[in-house]
């Protein structure tokens, strides 16, 4: 007989923001910046991010302030993501 292991039990999934940033545009951003995007409508933010993390929407966080999408890697702690410090000086 074959266990299996239940889903709270198993490795967690990646969380991943989403909101709009000052353009208006939705952003999905992964918490460590492994993946994220830019879309336009809420729905196909949320879309992209239960595809990505594996179908959590658990995992999932609307953010009220804005978000900016990282594309440099420079905000990957996800306090920098979610606004709290600074970004390093390039």
């Known amino acids: ?4 292991e239940p889903p709270s039990c198993s ?3 990646a969380l991943v923001f989403i909101g709009r940033n000052r353009s208006g ?3 999905a951003q992964e918490q460590n910046g492994l993946f994220g995007g830019l879309f336009v409508d809420r ?3 949320i879309k992209y991010a ?5 179908h959590h929407p658990e995992a999932i966080v609307e953010l009220a302030r804005a978000i900016e999408l990282d594309t ?3 905000l990957a ?9 600074r970004p390093p000086v390039a």
């Open 1 to 4: 007989m074959k266990l299996v």
């Open 25 to 27: 545009q939705w952003v």
């Open 72 to 74: 440099e890697g420079r």
């Open 11 to 13: 490795t967690s999934a």
């Open 50 to 54: 239960l595809f990505e993390n594996g």
């Open 43 to 45: 729905a196909q933010a």
């Open 77 to 85: 702690p996800a306090g920098l993501l979610l606004g709290f410090g």
